[in-house]
């Protein structure tokens, strides 16, 4: 257990409002990813952070904001929510604590349900 | 193309059966990794391999790196073994994000 939660687990709320989700890990690790995961597709990457304060872009950002001010929170903002957003959300940690560099291991927070109407 | 391919999408077996769910993919690796799904569920990691193969329980992994083709073997399935089984590769980038394949449903009858 990497000690990953998410927050909310289920959310439903409508088009054109903002959304933040939380990820939040007690293991202190470097990396953090966000992905989606949507029918007919693989689970997908939408931003990622390397360290506090430092963030990118993934293969599907278009819409997304991230940012992390702590270690422990790696949170990702829906600005203006659209229905193509609506999804199950993944929070993944990379297993190497305290490393310059990502370790491939990954460990997955349990999801948050995202339904926008 | 998907640079991280299954098959089969989908897979029904009764209790008992030798399952094999196979993975290939088109770009270099520094790891595969097998995961598995359960309905509703969290993504548990199941294997990180690179070579050869691991085994753990009924579980069974394997990698041909000259190939780029993986497989996941069940032996002697079990209903609870209904999931979906994804596989996904790391590039080793400096990202160090994991490229996923779409999935593999399994459904084990009794």
């Known amino acids: 257990d990497a000690g990953i939660t998410q927050s909310p687990r289920h959310k439903v709320t409508e088009t054109g409002t903002p959304v933040t989700l939380r990820c939040h890990q007690t293991?202190?690790?470097?990396?953090m990813y966000w992905y989606r995961q949507d029918p007919g597709h693989g689970l997908r990457l939408i931003h990622y952070?390397?360290?506090?304060?430092?963030?990118d872009k993934g293969e599907v950002s278009d819409g997304y904001s991230v940012s992390r001010s702590k270690t422990e929170d790696f949170l990702l903002t829906l600005e203006s929510a659209t229905s193509s957003q609506t999804s199950v959300y993944f929070c993944a940690i990379s297993a190497r604590s305290g490393s310059t560099r990502p370790y491939n291991e990954q460990f997955f927070g349990p999801g948050t349900r995202l339904t926008v109407l | 193309k998907n640079e991280v391919e299954q098959s089969p999408q989908n897979l029904t077996a009764q209790e008992g059966e030798f399952i094999t769910i196979n993975c290939s993919y088109s770009?270099?690796?520094?790891?595969l990794h097998w995961l598995q799904q359960h309905p509703g569920g969290g993504i548990v990691s199941l294997f990180m391999l690179s070579s050869g193969k691991k085994k753990h329980g009924r579980l069974i992994a394997t990698i041909n790196i000259q190939e780029k083709h993986s497989s996941l073997h069940i032996t002697a399935s079990h209903p609870r073994d209904s999931a979906v089984y994804i596989c996904a590769v790391g590039t080793g980038g400096s990202q160090g994000n994991l490229i996923f394949g779409k999935g593999t449903k399994l459904s084990v009858k009794p």
């Open positions: 770009v270099g690796i520094s790891a």
């Open positions: 952070s390397y360290g506090v304060k430092d963030t």
């Open positions: 293991e202190n690790h470097r990396y």
